[in-house]
């Protein structure tokens, strides 16, 4: 029976668009809604149908950041989670810096298995899970699309550019999530009112031991650049004379 | 000085066309820019890194298992020292390998670089480039990073192929990762991340059957074939299909998106087309908001009228 470890983010919602601040400092984040990363969501399913077809005995959320991703966590706790834990830092997360705190919990959790997002949809950085594999010295199956365990092997369908990739990994392992894994299941409310009462711990980054110090500045941040303002035609002839006319053609 | 070393990704024994797009990103922090191809004794990758303008040396790495991150990496890792850049493209391939690099190597990664504005300042798209922000990396430490694919056009031919240094691996793959199988189902037509138009199908089309007819208008165009997420997700055909945040990123000269109503997501993938052409029955849809051509009409009536009236126009 293996344990499971999922690692989420707290992360903008996505359906919701975000606008950049106007002197460039970066993203107006305030007030809006927040919901956990949608790969790390995936990841958690995952980690809960694991425990449901009894291959699974404990799922463990956690995630790095400031007190608020408790909220996150708490909302996986209600989708079936066993326990979690928030390593707790003011500072913006660089990838790097989770890894390395992911890699010390591992010493303390001892997981068989590590569950996460293929990136977070904020940053859009897709390294952590690569990072805490390298750091760990162990088998690293990202972008999965399907997921088998089988003793202490996992087989996992990865999907690439072309096509389907499929790879054996002994456990322990870390498995990074792609959307057509699974569909996350929906929270009722008795299952919130239940995770009030699941453990939460808190634990400072500071305690790790870890170098945790940002090593990417982010100068600024801006707008894309706009596209010029489109063409309506009313016919199929019409659209491809613009596109003539264009040189595209 | 910088020095960068370019992972080159191999597709089988040749070279794969990202490689040509990360030199040239490359060749914008160093001139001195030397490949790293890993590839079976004689492949032909190594000769067409060679040919690449910009490139002052190959180091073909002879290797004969399948490129895993976890076989890849200790190797890249053997290798870098004496180079200020470590390169890959921000493909599956380099998506994968790099950052296991990067940790190992003990620092942390630029992902998706679409300029460089000196050797350790480049932009790079956050929130599904919805914003673009500017990142500064220490100098004092190798800088591994991953190129934006469609940020860049393929470095040329150079008129004299460079110096090509064969060596054996120094590290042996570690036995917890096995490749299986690789599944493909993309055949004979352009492949999706280079070609330099695309036909692309969303939800609407209704059916796998359906999304057959874009075979033919893509035919008549000589375009590969995309979809969106939904139109995956709904089976209509195969994920390796699929453009956007999470699938691929591309910039063809024409893109043609048909039943497809532009989610932030989707728009992210495309947004670097120099053409974007929309048809859609909805007048509302996104897809209008940045499409450069739109036709407001329905994709079944409006395929075959396209394939007619390129027919009539190529007469």
């Not at chain 2, 690099?101 to 300029?115: F, P």
Request: proline share 6%; with cysteine.
């Amino acid at each position: 029976m293996l344990k499971v470890l999922v690692a989420i983010k707290r992360v903008v919602d996505y359906n919701v668009r975000v606008r950049v601040k106007p002197d460039g400092s970066g993203v107006a984040v305030e007030g809006l809604k927040m919901s956990i990363n949608p790969f790390d969501e995936i990841a958690i399913e995952e980690a809960l149908k694991l425990k449901e077809r009894g291959q699974a005995a404990e799922v463990v959320l956690v995630t790095v950041g400031d007190s608020d991703a408790q909220q996150q966590l708490r909302t996986g706790l209600a989708m079936g989670a066993d326990r979690a834990l928030l390593i707790e830092t003011k500072a913006p997360t660089e990838p790097l810096v989770v890894a390395r705190a992911l890699r010390a919990l591992i010493e303390r959790e001892r997981p068989d298995l590590v569950l996460l997002g293929k990136q977070a949809i904020d940053d859009d950085h897709a390294q952590t899970g690569q990072m805490l594999a390298a750091l760990w010295d162990r088998p690293q199956a990202t972008f999965a699309s399907r997921l088998e365990i089988d003793g202490a092997r996992a087989r996992v369908t990865r999907e690439v550019d072309a096509g389907l990739e499929v790879i054996d990994v002994d456990l322990p392992a870390v498995v990074t999530t792609d959307l057509r894994l699974n569909q996350p299941r929906y929270v009722k409310l008795p299952e919130i009112l239940k995770a009030k009462k699941k453990p939460l711990d808190v634990l400072p980054l500071s305690s790790l031991g870890i170098d945790a110090s940002p090593r990417l500045v982010v100068e600024r941040v801006d707008a894309p650049a706009p596209r010029a303002r489109g063409i309506r035609v009313q016919s199929a002839a019409e659209l491809v004379d613009a596109l003539r006319q264009r040189g595209v053609l | 000085m910088a020095r960068v070393l370019v992972i080159a990704e191999c597709s089988g024994e040749r070279l794969n066309a990202s490689t040509a797009k990360c030199v040239a990103c490359a060749r914008e922090i160093a001139s001195d820019v030397v490949v790293a191809v890993f590839a079976p004794r004689g492949a032909e990758a190594a000769a067409e890194a060679a040919a690449l303008e910009g490139v002052s040396r190959v180091v073909h790495v002879e290797w004969s298992s399948p490129p895993l991150a976890a076989s890849l990496a200790p190797e890249i890792v053997s290798l870098a020292p004496g180079f200020t850049h470590v390169l890959g493209p921000s493909s599956t391939f380099g998506k994968d390998l790099l950052p296991r690099v990067a940790a190992l190597v003990g620092v942390g990664q630029v992902s998706d670089v679409m300029s460089v504005l000196d050797p350790y300042r480049f932009k790079r798209p956050i929130y599904a480039g919805n914003a673009i922000a500017t990142v500064r990396a220490p100098s004092d430490s190798t800088l591994v990073a991953t190129v934006r694919l469609a940020s860049y056009a393929a470095a040329g031919s150079a008129a004299q192929p460079a110096p090509i240094e064969i060596r054996s691996p120094s590290t042996s793959p570690p036995s917890h990762t096995r490749f299986v199988e690789l599944r493909s189902e993309q055949g004979n037509r352009p492949d999706l991340q280079t070609a330099s138009r695309v036909v692309a199908g969303g939800r609407a089309l209704g059916s796998a059957e359906n999304f057959t007819r874009l075979y033919e208008l893509a035919d008549a165009l000589g375009a590969a074939v995309g979809a969106s997420r939904a139109a995956v997700d709904s089976g209509f055909v195969a994920n390796d299909l699929q453009v956007g945040q999470t699938g691929k990123i591309i910039a063809p000269e024409l893109y043609v998106a048909i039943g497809i109503s532009g989610a932030i997501q989707h728009l992210t993938g495309i947004k670097d087309a120099r053409t974007i052409v929309a048809i859609n029955r909805d007048a509302d849809a996104p897809i209008f908001e940045i499409a450069d051509v739109g036709l407001v009409a329905d994709w079944a009536q409006a395929v075959p009228d396209l394939i007619a009236a390129l027919r009539t126009a190529s007469r």
